[in-house]
């Protein structure tokens, strides 16, 4: 047995002419609303990017400082540079963007190597601390990036090595020191 689908008049039939007289679609109040959402969204996720640009600058500014930071060490280690306090000396020249030679022209100059005003540069500083233990002293290097060395700091990094008090020539001496022990 087949069943019959059976339409039945629900008494109104204004509103089943008026919904038949408009054709399907969306009205302006939709379009508009849906355009406003699309508007904010394109907004939000710029901001988004924007964020994750000026953190990947940061992440990369700090890989740098912590590099010349430990490159600084290192040879103070060596005895490559003096192990002296050092308030603030420039470490880096500013840098400055060079623009792309053009492979065309055969007679055009090279770009200035000057830094442009106002470009920021690396220094650094060195501090001797004593440590608890006498033959032992604390050697703070810290490298940070500013202007120059009374502007603010920017991109700062900080690394602490303990160093035998006393040097010979040679490297370390380790005469004095005791190394563990009862």
């Not at 963007?97 to 000057?114: N, W």
């Not at 060195?126 to 990036?145: G, I, N, Y």
Request: aromatic share 6%; proline share 6%.
């Amino acid at each position: 047995m087949k069943r019959l689908a059976v339409c039945r008049p629900t008494g109104d039939r204004s509103r089943q002419t008026v919904a038949s007289s408009f054709p399907p679609g969306f009205s302006l109040m939709e379009v508009l609303l849906a355009t406003a959402i699309l508007l904010g969204s394109v907004i939000v996720i710029g901001e988004l990017i924007g964020i994750g640009r000026r953190h990947a600058e940061s992440a990369r500014e700090l890989a740098k400082a912590q590099l010349l930071c430990q490159s600084k060490m290192n040879e103070l280690l060596a005895g490559a540079a003096s192990l002296e306090g050092v308030d603030a000396e420039l470490l880096e020249e500013p840098e400055t963007e060079q623009p792309i030679p053009e492979t065309s022209s055969a007679d055009s100059e090279s770009p200035e190597s000057a830094a442009p005003p106002g470009a920021l540069a690396w220094w650094y500083s060195v501090e001797v601390l004593d440590a608890a233990h006498p033959a032992l002293a604390a050697v703070r290097v810290t490298v940070w990036k500013a202007q120059d060395e009374e502007s603010k700091r920017r991109y700062v990094y900080s690394m602490v090595r303990w160093m035998p008090a006393s040097r010979s020539g040679e490297g370390f001496s380790t005469d004095n020191m005791v190394f563990g022990g009862l």
